[in-house]
């Protein structure tokens, strides 16, 4: 028998508000958490609550001056800088407090799993991929992300591979360990000639000793579930075979949506389901542990609540049949009758070559980067 997984939540985690009119609204997280126990995913297990990260840990992460600016925005939101105070990074009031919770909240699901008791954790308030050492982005204050696998590696773990399959690339994490070798940054996401931040080409590998270890996937406007899952087969389950990572970190933004109205991806949730498992899987595969956080998602209503209901059972193997129907007055409050859209996630796996846009993209980033892992790009059984 396995060992159970740990939730990370507390409702004071709704406090990262950015306001009603932004779009990363926390009634998201409230909506997901309330329809896990609606459906019974959560009978028995008893969340963690999260401690906020003390301000020494915040700089473990993030510059001293960014730090100051964060507390200080409140009271002097003009002018402010570091990214505050813009439309996507909006200034609000106890910002700094909100967002070291939200550190905080992955810095507890890292101890969790390296107290040993559990092997996968699933912290959904976490996520937030963008934030720079010295500056906020895309919604992102303080990267916990980053965090969570400095927490990891400060206490003995030698080799983490973070997966990212947010819509957007996954840039605060890339480019925090760009040159440290321990750590394989893998992220999915739609091409940045088409979508913020404008990163994420397959020629971005990495420096030094960590050349090869940054790795991106830019997917074509329109990607669908079947190709989406293609490309991450033709790309992750490799990768991770040469690199050998002792921890899956997982960034499991769910903007890759077809009905998300922030990007132009071609996801439905029963492919949310479908990456969830892959990424159960491998995590299988190289020992077990496994660090699931959230990311974005901004259609609140039909799609976060139930993919993250999806990721949270998959963590914890009570995995919903999709064709489940939503229980009580949950289709009302969400607006769909069941657990599914009808995607379709049985997919061809890629067999060579780039016929398509998706499979250019594949072999793109494959003849990039596998070479420096000792992989041969035009394989398939590679
Ligand atoms: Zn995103």
Redesign the pocket.
Known sequence: MGKRAGVVWDDTLLGYDMGADHPLNPVRLDLTMGLARALGVLEGVEPLRPAPATEQEVLRVHSPEYIAAVKAAPESPLEVGHGLGTPDNPVFAGMHEASSLVLGSSLTAAELLLAGETDRVVNIGGGL??AMRDHAA?FCVYNDCVAAIDRLLDRGVERVAYIDT???HGDGVQVAFYDDPRVLTISLHQHPATLWPGTGYARELGTGDAYGTSVNVPLPPGTTDEHWLRAFHAVVPSLLRAFRPQVLVTQC?V?THRDDP??HLGLTVDGHRAIYMALRELSIEHGGRWLALG???YQLRRVVPRSWTHLLATALDRDIPVKTELPGDWGQRLGVPDMTDGGGTSFLPWSGGGGDPVDMAVLGTRRAVFPLHGLDPDDPRD
Do not use: F, K, S, T
């Open positions: 991929h963008h895309g947010d819509v957007h933004g903007d922030l990007a990311g974005g998602g």
